[in-house]
């Protein structure tokens, strides 16, 4: 799943690699994919996209934001999405929910695996679009400060029966962040997934804060987690503190074996000890 560093790693990929690629035939997949999120039908992209130019991309959260100009803009990402580069035909996948054949006769594909968009948005439309509200804080960003951070649970009552997970990554949520690196957050401040919110000290806020910043800081350094792909198909170079390869293993903190739970629609893992609940 994309995440705020994998969004960050194949957006700026895309905007060294592909500024200047004029699009000279477009595909809207070759695939039907009951959870490919889309704006238009493919005779619009095609015909919106083609003879359109590749203007630079940033990441917004977990969404990659292509300029397709004049006027236009590829929304990528939130989910399970494979973006590849192809230098040429032979390496594109058989089925696909988005291609891009450039006039070089190299290639941008789009695979969803689980859920994703590519979304072609009109760009004076960019702004009424939620997920990439440009309004919104980074985490990587000088404004996502403790300060900040903190705010957002002073508009906790204190009957919230939000958990730690929720409010991380759905509401209020943290920009970009879901539960792939909720995991190693989590476990880097020693906090137990089902804790309330709520409930947290001081020092378990700061000490969630400061694991936010050094976790996706991190994991955008070397490019994302080692089971996610680049633009050029190559592995990033984080490998997660816990994930589902750890269960069992002992925590390289205290010993004990992480363990694995289902937990509000995903698996979290964690040190029973490092993280009591
Ligand atoms: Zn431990």
């Known amino acids: 799943m994309i995440e705020l560093p994998e969004a960050q790693t194949v957006a700026r990929q895309i905007d060294a690699d592909l500024r200047g690629k004029g699009i000279a ?3 809207r997949g070759n695939s039907p994919h009951k959870f490919a999120f889309y704006t238009g039908s493919p005779e619009e992209y095609e015909a919106t996209l083609v003879g359109r130019t590749i203007c630079g991309a940033e990441a917004m959260g977990n969404h990659i934001v292509v300029a397709v100009e004049p006027g236009y803009v590829l929304a990528l990402g939130c989910g399970g999405e494979r973006i590849l580069y192809h230098p040429d035909a032979q390496t594109l996948p058989k089925k696909h929910q988005l291609l891009l054949r450039f006039a070089d006769d ?3 594909t789009v695979s969803v695996q689980g859920w ?7 760009r004076e439309d960019l702004g009424a679009r939620t997920y990439v509200d440009p309004g919104r804080v980074s985490p990587l960003g000088g404004a ?5 951070y903190d705010g957002l649970f002073q508009d906790l009552e204190p009957k919230d029966s939000r958990s730690i997970k929720f409010f991380c990554i759905s509401k209020p949520g943290i920009w970009g962040l879901g539960n792939g690196y909720l995991q190693d957050i989590l476990y880097q401040a020693h906090v137990h997934p089902r804790r309330k919110a709520a409930d947290l000290t001081p020092d378990e806020r700061r000490a969630l804060f400061d694991a936010t910043v ?5 994991a955008t350094d ?3 987690r080692d089971t996610e792909r680049d633009l050029h198909n190559r592995p990033g170079g984080y490998r997660p503190a ?3 390869r750890m269960v069992g293993e002992p925590c390289p903190g ?5 363990a694995k739970i289902q937990f509000q629609g995903g698996s979290c893992y964690f040190c029973p000890d490092c993280q009591p609940l």
């Not at 994703?116 to 009109?122: K, R």
């Not at 050094?214 to 991190?218: A, C």
């Not at 205290?254 to 992480?258: F, K, L, N, S, V």
């Open 214 to 218: 050094d976790v996706l800081r991190r």
């Open 106 to 108: 190299t290639y941008l």
């Open 25 to 27: 035939a477009a595909q």
């Open 144 to 148: 996502f400060t403790l300060e900040h």
């Open 116 to 122: 994703g968009a590519a979304q072609l948005v009109p």
């Open 222 to 224: 070397l490019g994302g």
């Open 242 to 244: 816990l994930d589902r």
């Open 254 to 258: 205290c010993g004990t074996p992480i």
